[in-house]
Structures are given as structure tokens and as C-alpha cells.
């Protein structure tokens, strides 16, 4: 019912910079939240920042400040703008979006993208 197409992924030096932007289509009536999770090698799935169709914004305490989380509510897009980078910011990383479908209200995953940050 809802598909969501993520890019931007890819490799950094640490104190670069990289923008991810996930796009949500299908069977849409309003998206609720969209926002971004990581989940790194060994560690669960852990939420770094999310924001809701009404401007309300979350981060995660170990990318405050160094993570932007912005979205176009006219396209069902959302971006995560990452400057600082460090290593421990490596993982996959995962749009995901609640949305109201004419079928009900749906959460959805995208397929992730990888980050990779070195020293």
C-alpha cells in the first residue's frame, strides 16, 4: 500500500557530511510521521530522529545537534541531513513512515541504506 524509495547512503570520512532522503508513494491519503532509524552490526534498531506531518521533530541524544531531519509534506518526503559524522554513527540506516491509506492506517519500512563512517 505504501512504498518508500531511500538514497543518499554511502562512505565518509569521519566530520563529513551526508544526506539521506526517503520518498513515500503508493495508496496515500495523509502521512502521519516519517522519520529514520539505524541499526548497527550486533546492536538493535534504535530511532534517530522522526517527524510528524505537524512539525514536531524528535532526535535521538547522540545526534542532536549534529543531525537535521526535514520534510516535504507535498511530496511524502523526508531528508536527514548527518554533518559531524563518526564512526559510530555506522549502520543501516531506515526511512520509516505511519501513514492513512484508503485501506487503513499503515507503518512501513524502507529497504535501508547503508552508512558507513571511517576513521
Known amino acids: 500500500q505504501v512504498q518508500l524509495v531511500e538514497s543518499g547512503g554511502g562512505l565518509v570520512q569521519a566530520g563529513g557530511s551526508l544526506r539521506l532522503s526517503c520518498a513515500a508513494s503508493?495508496?496515500?491519503?495523509?502521512?502521519?510521521?516519517m522519520g529514520w532509524y539505524r541499526q548497527a552490526p550486533g546492536k538493535q534498531r534504535e530511532l534517530v530522529a522522526v517527524?510528524?506531518?505537524?512539525?514536531?521533530?524528535k532526535y535521538a541524544d547522540s545526534v542532536k545537534g549534529r543531525f537535521t531531519i526535514s520534510g516535504d509534506n507535498s511530496k511524502n518526503t523526508v531528508y536527514l541531513q548527518m554533518n559531524s559524522l563518526k564512526p559510530e554513527d555506522t549502520a543501516v540506516y531506515y526511512c520509516?513512515?505511519?501513514?492513512?491509506?484508503?485501506?487503513?492506517?499503515?507503518?512501513?519500512w524502507g529497504q535501508g541504506t547503508q552508512v558507513t563512517v571511517a576513521s
Open positions: 503508493g495508496m496515500i491519503v495523509s502521512v502521519n510521521l
Open positions: 517527524k510528524t506531518s505537524g512539525g514536531s521533530i
Open positions: 520509516n513512515c505511519n501513514a492513512q491509506t484508503y485501506r487503513g492506517s499503515v507503518t512501513e
